[in-house]
Nanobody, 119 residues
């Protein structure tokens, strides 16, 4: 199983970026899928995650600015980030709790994509 994250980059404060994460491999079922981030000098934190029944949890710091969506047919989630702030600068990691054809549910992580917000 691989999680491939794309869409990071450099953007000015107030701007927008869209992150994508595709899960590939012998995936049988996806329980959760979403994004975490780690800012310089800080611990990794949840940004947004969507469950198999469509429930979405957002970090308080991104509510109203970020939107998580998914395409089940493509095993893909998208994070639309609007009104970006300097404090959104971080490495964003895709995460999924999923089950393959040969194993039970476990967590998988993508390689991380850098988001840098400048003033």
């Amino acid at each position: 199983v691989q999680l491939q994250a794309t869409g990071g980059g450099l953007v000015q404060a107030g701007g927008s970026l869209r992150l994508s994460c595709v899960a590939s491999g012998s995936i049988f079922s996806i329980n959760f899928m979403g994004w975490y981030r780690r800012a310089p000098g800080k611990q990794r934190e949840l940004v947004a995650v969507i469950s198999s029944n469509g429930n979405i949890n957002y970090a308080d710091s991104v509510k109203g600015r970020f939107t998580l969506s998914r395409d089940n047919a493509k095993n893909t989630v998208y994070l639309q980030m609007n009104s970006l702030k300097l404090e959104d600068t971080a490495v964003y990691y895709c995460n999924s709790n999923l089950r393959t054809g040969t194993s039970g549910f476990r967590n998988y992580w993508g390689q991380g994509t850098q988001v840098t917000v400048s003033s």
